[in-house]
């Protein structure tokens, strides 16, 4: 047990060590000069705009309609996504007929649609909301189908010796058996309704944390920049950190 | 004396039924769409007729303009692509043959590589000006994440077998990179760069959407600008037409499907 946290340790602190030394390495080069500090910010400078940044410009509250926006994406995503991927699970031509649709969709640059969004919905969160929407769409849709296809034939036939309705059948057997699968795609598409979200707000200077960096970037506050865009890169991360530990509780034996 | 059943002439491509439905669903959006067009329910120009985003289209296509503008865009995706796929196959490789070096930084690549990267965009205008040079910035960093990851994923992959041999012939490293890891990690490194190609698009577009006086992300943003519908309509078009025509194409010379079928 010793012998393994040690193991882990070493990796950990390498990687630790060596993050705090590119800090330090970027702090003597700002100071001594030889990267220019108006465009470089020192660390030290990034991280005492930390406490102005959250403070002044209200981060709590941009963080919450972030949030506000990324849930309502992932509403829609969870209703319509899981909702379209159980009909073309259960019509079986519509699915032959669209699934390379719907995969080619996954790898189109939708997020370019923003400007016709933008005349559709005006400057408004439901813009945003319908981009992150947009993004994580097929991504839920084709691990919907995955999730239903990949229910084992015996469970079904339990089902039916049990003379369960197709309701029954869905919600007691398809369901809770496509559940995991299912999450693995709410997650991805989570992930790019949230890049979506971010990116949007930072592109039309609306909403929460993406306006934040363009307010700051435009205001020329090179520390305060910097700082929200740790900031973000900090809350994505822990995003992602929680939503994979609860993937993998979902599918342990991956 | 044998049954021989009756044959079957296989059926037309056309009376497939599987055709037959997207036949039906593509003429039900397009007739959909007509009636919206015609109806005036919504704001007059924001959802024009189909034959106006097809004259729109037309007309961007014989476009010399358009051309040059598509011709800027390639050119920052490909150097992007080129400088961030190079650097992220380096760095897969480098992690994905090295335990500690992966079980140290991975971590870091595997969660920053999902954050959203146009937050970058300011700095990379301070760093790079606001010129092509923050885009193919912009295209670098976007496709690095994916190509990186899926090198060191494939990395691991490779038949220990293989590297032996690679060793027993006292192969030097760019030996062993050219001839052993390459050829062994094509399809996870073909999967990266379609990632990290699908990637640089959009980091590059956008960059172009919101600070550029060129390239096709450039073009969108002044359709909007102006309110030229049509032609917005028929940028996005032909921009998804050639994205995933491109992305398919990239799977295509790198065999990915002939790999996947051996």
Same mark, same amino acid.
């Given at each position: 047990m010793i012998a393994r946290a040690q193991r882990n340790l070493l990796p950990l602190s390498l990687g630790l060590g060596t993050l705090i030394a590119f800090v330090l390495v970027a702090e003597v080069l700002i100071r001594a000069g030889a990267v220019n500090?108006?465009? !470089?910010?020192?660390?030290?400078?990034?991280?005492?705009?930390?406490?102005?940044?959250?403070?002044?410009?209200?981060?709590?509250?941009?963080?919450?309609?972030?949030?506000?926006?990324?849930?309502?994406?992932?509403?829609?995503?969870?209703?319509?996504? !899981?909702?379209?991927? !159980?009909?073309? =699970?259960?019509? %079986?031509?519509?699915?032959?007929?669209?699934?390379?649709?719907?995969? *080619?969709?996954?790898?189109?640059?939708?997020?370019?649609? $923003?400007?016709?969004?933008? !005349?559709?919905?005006?400057?408004?969160?439901?813009?945003?909301?319908?981009?992150?929407?947009? #993004?994580?769409?097929? *991504?839920?849709?084709? %691990?919907?189908?995955?999730?239903?296809?990949?229910?084992?034939?015996?469970?079904?036939?339990?089902?039916?010796?049990? %003379?369960?309705? +197709?309701?029954?059948?869905?919600?007691?057997?398809?369901?809770? #058996?496509?559940?995991?699968?299912?999450?693995?795609?709410?997650? /991805?598409?989570?992930?790019?309704?949230?890049?979506?979200?971010?990116?949007?707000?930072?592109?039309?200077?609306?909403?929460?944390?993406?306006?934040?960096?363009?307010?700051?970037?435009?205001? =020329?506050?090179?520390?305060?920049? $910097? *700082?929200?865009?740790?900031?973000?890169? /900090?809350?994505?991360?822990?995003?992602?950190?929680?939503?994979?530990?609860? +993937? %993998?509780? /979902?599918?342990?034996?991956? | 004396m044998a049954e021989t059943g009756r044959l079957t002439a296989p059926a037309a491509p056309f009376a497939n039924p599987v055709t037959l439905m997207r036949i039906a669903i593509v003429a039900g959006v397009l007739v959909v769409w007509e009636a919206v067009a015609a109806s005036g329910l919504l704001f007059r120009d924001v959802v024009p007729s189909l034959l106006v985003i097809g004259r729109a289209t037309a007309e961007l296509l014989a476009d010399k303009t358009y051309y040059w503008h598509l011709g800027v865009t390639a050119g920052e995706i490909g150097i992007g692509l080129l400088i961030g796929g190079l650097s992220g196959l380096a760095v897969g490789i480098l992690l994905g043959s090295n335990k500690m070096l992966s079980r140290a930084f991975e971590a870091y690549l595997y969660y920053l590589g999902p954050t959203p990267k146009i937050i970058f965009f300011p700095v990379m205008i301070m760093w790079f000006g606001v010129g092509p040079g923050s885009k193919v910035a912009m295209g670098t960093i976007s496709c690095f994440f994916p190509v990186a990851l899926s090198a060191a994923a494939g990395m691991r992959e490779i038949n220990p077998v293989l590297i032996r041999v690679g060793r027993s012939f006292r192969a030097s490293t760019w030996q062993m990179v050219t001839k052993i890891y390459l050829p062994a990690m094509r399809l996870p490194v073909i999967n990266g760069v379609r990632l990290g190609l699908g990637v640089a698009i959009i980091g590059t577009l956008l960059a172009e959407t919101k600070l550029s006086n060129r390239g096709i992300g450039f073009l969108i943003i002044n359709a909007y600008s102006t309110f030229n519908m049509p032609r917005m309509y028929a940028l996005l078009i032909v921009l998804f037409v050639l994205s995933i025509g491109v992305n398919a194409l990239v799977g295509k010379l790198g065999g990915v499907d002939s790999i996947r079928r051996a």
């Open positions: 500090r108006f465009i !470089v910010p020192m660390p030290s400078q990034i991280a005492g705009a930390f406490q102005r940044v959250i403070v002044e410009e209200d981060i709590p509250h941009r963080f919450l309609v972030t949030a506000r926006e990324a849930f309502w994406a992932t509403v829609l995503l969870a209703l319509v996504g !899981v909702g379209i991927g !159980v009909l073309l =699970y259960r019509v %079986k031509l519509l699915r032959e007929a669209t699934e390379t649709w719907v995969a *080619a969709m996954a790898s189109a640059p939708t997020v370019l649609m $923003y400007p016709l969004f933008l !005349v559709i919905f005006g400057r408004s969160e439901t813009t945003i909301i319908m981009m992150g929407f947009v #993004a994580g769409l097929p *991504a839920v849709i084709l %691990k919907t189908i995955e999730g239903l296809a990949g229910t084992r034939r015996v469970l079904v036939d339990v089902g039916r010796s049990f %003379k369960l309705t +197709e309701v029954q059948l869905f919600w007691k057997i398809f369901f809770p #058996a496509a559940l995991p699968t299912m999450f693995v795609g709410l997650r /991805l598409g989570m992930i790019f309704a949230l890049i979506n979200i971010v990116g949007v707000e930072f592109l039309i200077n609306f909403g929460g944390l993406g306006q934040l960096i363009n307010d700051l970037a435009e205001r =020329y506050d090179l520390p305060g920049t $910097y *700082a929200a865009i740790c900031f973000v890169i /900090l809350v994505s991360v822990c995003f992602f950190f929680v939503t994979d530990r609860v +993937e %993998k509780w /979902l599918r342990p034996a991956d | -």
